[in-house]
């Protein structure tokens, strides 16, 4: 089922939780430092930590790449976003970013996870001249999101509209279709000028480390599925690559911050990339 609240219209929805198996959103939320996150979460977390030490580096550097991909977007003019699998509120959250740029910028967020729906207030924290709107539904069903997307009225997606797709699709394997997933929402996302942003776990730069996290999560209960180049550069087919291409998250136009941390592709382990419909 598919709920949406834009805050406005929906006091409370009821939600239920299973806390007693480790979730992606938990684990990364662990990895960003957050407190929303349980003991299987922490548990599971801690064995990707034995074979990835570097997960909450990697978990950062992807954070920040959403927030320069969404501050270079909201600068060049897109008003409109769709950010899928949003994961659970962690500030500055995309709205913030791009609001702070332009207070009328647009937003609807969606992810499966019902414990990012019992913290959606977090982004519906709008500021008064734009509009956020929170979506629960799951991208393996692209067509019914982007129905719940229009009836939630807040984004037109006949007009450009900045689609996110953040750490999102490893959790999509091949055998769920996620290039085809990616098609119909370019399929729908039919103005020129929109964007689509993707980050993605590659098995490229450290191959050993990788295939070790992602059995760890597999054995957690979640499928993990890393891409090389090759396979990433497909979710983009038709769309125009914005420089600097397809890079490892913090080489996408490094700013201070980067340079700071001098996070390593390795590190990081995960592509991104931004691309404009011609
Ligand atoms: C690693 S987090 C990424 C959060 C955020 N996009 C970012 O990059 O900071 C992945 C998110 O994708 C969500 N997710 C995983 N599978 C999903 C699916 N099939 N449909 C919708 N959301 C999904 C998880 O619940 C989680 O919140």
């Not at 939600?15 to 938990?26: F, N």
């Not at 956020?132 to 991208?139: F, S």
């Not at 098995?203 to 996290?213: E, G, K, S, T």
Request: charged share 20%.
């Amino acid at each position: 089922m598919t709920k949406a609240t834009t805050g406005r219209d929906e006091p409370g929805v009821e939600v239920t939780l299973d806390i007693h198996r480790p979730h992606s959103a938990r684990m990364y939320d662990f990895f960003l430092g957050g407190t929303t996150n349980f003991e299987p979460d922490r548990v599971a977390a801690a064995q990707t930590l034995a074979v990835f030490p570097n997960a909450p580096v990697a978990a950062r550097a992807n954070r920040a790449f959403m927030h320069r991909t969404t501050r270079m977007l909201a600068q060049s003019g897109v008003t409109q976003f769709l950010d899928i699998g949003t994961g659970i509120p962690t500030s500055p959250n995309l709205h913030e970013i791009a609001q702070a740029i332009n207070p009328t910028c647009r937003v609807v967020y969606a992810d499966n996870d019902p414990i990012v729906l019992t913290h959606a207030q977090a982004l519906l924290r709008s500021s008064k001249e734009g509009r956020t709107a929170y979506i629960q539904a799951d991208v393996r069903d692209p067509e019914h999101v982007l129905d719940a997307v229009a009836t939630a009225g807040v984004i037109d997606l006949r007009r450009p509209v900045a689609l996110s797709l953040n750490a999102l699709l490893h959790f999509v394997p091949d055998g769920d279709g996620a290039h085809e997933i990616a098609e119909v929402l370019k399929g729908r996302i039919r103005a020129s000028g929109s964007a689509l942003v993707i980050s993605h776990f590659t098995p490229d730069f450290a191959p050993r480390d990788a295939a070790r996290a992602a059995r760890v999560y597999r054995e957690a209960g979640t499928i993990v599925q890393a891409r090389t180049l090759t396979e990433f550069a497909r979710f983009f087919t038709g769309w125009d690559l914005a420089d600097p291409g397809m890079v490892a998250t913090p080489r996408w136009r490094p700013d201070a911050e980067c340079a700071r941390r001098a996070v390593s592709d390795a590190d990081a382990s995960c592509y991104g990339a931004v691309a404009i419909r011609p």
